[in-house]
């Protein structure tokens, strides 16, 4: 059973930093395209950053460009999200979505898979 789960969520102070897993089961990462995406309370789901399957290419929203990183652990079939500098307009529901491709799609319903979210709250 193909399944993707969250972890790293948390209260953090405004400027305080966290890293959030997504880890996979019941198949291999390396040739999915993942996605973070957030939901704050009372508004759509909005993409975060991107990381493909074949070269390593990124993308970030500007909401977020400068403050968080992506990467991927392939090995350990992980994807990562590190965020720094954290706000708390950050506060979500952040979930990981998987795709089946070699390209960088950044829209929600380009997504197949998701895991089930980890909340991430930033606060004092």
């Known amino acids: 059973q193909l399944q993707l789960v969250e972890s790293g969520g948390g209260l953090v102070q405004p400027g305080g930093s966290l890293r959030l897993s997504c880890a996979a089961s019941?198949?291999?990462?390396?040739?999915?395209?993942i996605g973070w995406f957030r939901q704050a309370p009372g508004k759509e789901r909005e993409g975060v950053s991107f990381?493909?399957?074949?070269?390593?290419?990124?993308y970030y929203a500007d909401s977020v460009k400068g403050r968080f990183t992506i990467s991927r652990d392939n090995a350990k079939n992980t994807v990562f999200l590190q965020m720094n500098s954290l706000k708390p307009e950050d506060t979500a529901v952040y979930y990981c979505?998987?795709?089946?491709?070699?390209?960088?799609?950044?829209?929600?319903?380009?997504?197949?898979?998701w895991g089930q979210g980890t909340q991430v709250t930033v606060s004092s």
């Open positions: 990381i493909n399957s074949s070269d390593g290419s990124t």
């Open positions: 979505a998987a795709t089946y491709t070699i390209v960088l799609p950044t829209r929600r319903d380009e997504y197949d898979y």
């Open positions: 019941g198949f291999t990462l390396d040739y999915y395209t």
